[in-house]
């Protein structure tokens, strides 16, 4: 088993609230009085994390999920309000904008600076010296104060700085969003080397592709506690059901009394099962769709089914009305359908299946249950559905260009 480089138990951080000048004053007579400060709030809470030689960890989660503050406590920026944790190598970390450099010295002068905290002596440092100023490529700003840097040039001299230093684990909070393209191109390309080279990477993010392209396992943070940590594609896609659950508009569904409307649902299941948990489906796997509907006056009703997305974009619906199909009489007033996909081709996320019965003619609906599917599968394809697709050779001849 490969060398654990990070290693935490119990991990949280807190701080006393402040929100007013009395507040602080309160807090710091607490601190120094009673030996500690009840009235705190707690942004990290409970983290439990390993990450071995080798590994790749992004670490996702909504703005104050404590993405940062956890980048601050394994690098040593912060000190832990509960639990502990413990880091072995050298670490390269690029958490604030700017954090480590002097605004007032040049971009060659904090190299230097930087380089010295390093523990790089005076040729070693020369002789890495042009590598680095090629990475940062800033031109004569390299001679120029901090200060009079852009954002995207802070970044650009900070990660060229660690990338000549290769540490034993590489701690990035959002560089990727900061610089432009052809930058994070390049930093995407370092870092892809430094992993195959057996470097450690743990990566902050809001770009689930960039998270999925270069780590191998996610941690998903919200609230300030681990919600989920695993195989990247589970975490991230999990993750990102969840921001569409969360952006879906909330519609209140009238109620519906099924004893008195025409027709209603009388149950449905996915795959045989008809409980409330979603039902969890391997990418490209089969899926059946069963539903039982009531008929009021015993007439033959229309069903229809749908699929939508967690956020509510539609992706597929169907009745047995366009089909030319009826649903079976099992019983007085009872019939029942089913729906069975071979090979459903919706793309890892978190969907919703819909079951409605409308009146023989198909076109009024009176009633909807529901039930949650989730797709799991290691793809970064984007969309809603994988459509058969082949890579060919391009034509020959004009016919290309056109």
Avoid at 174 to 200: H, N
Wanted: glycine share 10%; hydrophobic share 40%.
């Amino acid at each position: 088993m490969s060398e654990l480089l990070v290693e935490a138990r119990g991990l949280g951080k807190a701080y006393p609230k402040v929100h007013r000048s009395s507040d602080r004053l309160r807090a710091l007579g607490r601190l120094l009085f009673s030996g500690g400060d009840a009235d705190r709030i707690s942004v990290l809470r409970d983290v439990d994390l390993d990450v071995r030689r080798g590994e790749s960890l992004g670490l996702i989660g909504a703005n104050g999920a404590g993405k940062s503050t956890l980048l601050k406590l394994i690098t040593g920026v912060l000190t832990p309000s509960t639990g502990s944790v413990r880091v072995r190598g050298q670490v390269g970390a690029l958490l604030e904008l700017g954090a480590g450099f002097h605004p007032e010295y040049s971009g060659r002068d904090n190299i230097a600076m930087a380089a010295a905290l390093h523990g790089l002596d005076g040729a070693e440092l020369r002789r890495r010296l042009p590598e680095i100023i090629a990475f940062a490529d800033i031109g004569h700003y390299i001679d120029e104060p901090v200060k009079h840097y852009s954002s995207g040039m802070v970044v650009r001299l900070g990660f060229a700085v660690i990338a000549s230093l290769k540490p034993d684990l590489l701690v990035t909070d959002e560089v990727l969003a900061v610089g432009d393209e052809s930058f994070q191109k390049k930093c995407v390309r370092w870092m892809q080397d430094y992993l195959d080279d057996g470097g450690t990477l743990i990566l902050v993010s809001h770009s689930m592709y960039h998270i999925q392209k270069l780590c191998r396992h996610a941690c998903w943070l919200r609230d300030g506690e681990v919600a989920m940590a695993g195989d990247v594609f589970d975490v991230t896609q999990a993750y990102l059901a969840w921001h569409e659950r969360k952006s879906a508009p909330q519609e209140a569904q009238p109620a519906v009394d099924r004893h008195n409307v025409e027709f209603s649902v009388l149950g449905m299941s996915l795959d045989g099962r008809s409980g409330e948990q979603p039902l969890l489906l391997d990418f490209g796997a089969p899926l059946r769709v069963d539903c039982r509907i009531r008929s009021r006056d015993d007439r033959v009703p229309s069903v229809a089914i749908g699929v939508t997305r967690a956020d509510g974009t539609p992706v597929y619906g169907v009745s047995t009305d366009m089909d030319g199909r009826t649903p079976q009489r099992v019983g007085t007033g009872e019939y029942a359908c089913s729906l069975a996909f071979d090979a459903l081709p919706l793309l890892p996320g978190s969907y919703t299946v819909r079951v409605h019965p409308l009146d023989p003619e198909g076109v009024r609906v009176f009633d909807t249950m529901e039930r949650t599917l989730t797709v799991r599968g290691a793809t970064r394809e984007f969309g809603l559905v994988r459509l058969a697709h082949r890579w060919g050779a391009p034509l020959a001849g004009d016919a290309a260009h056109e």
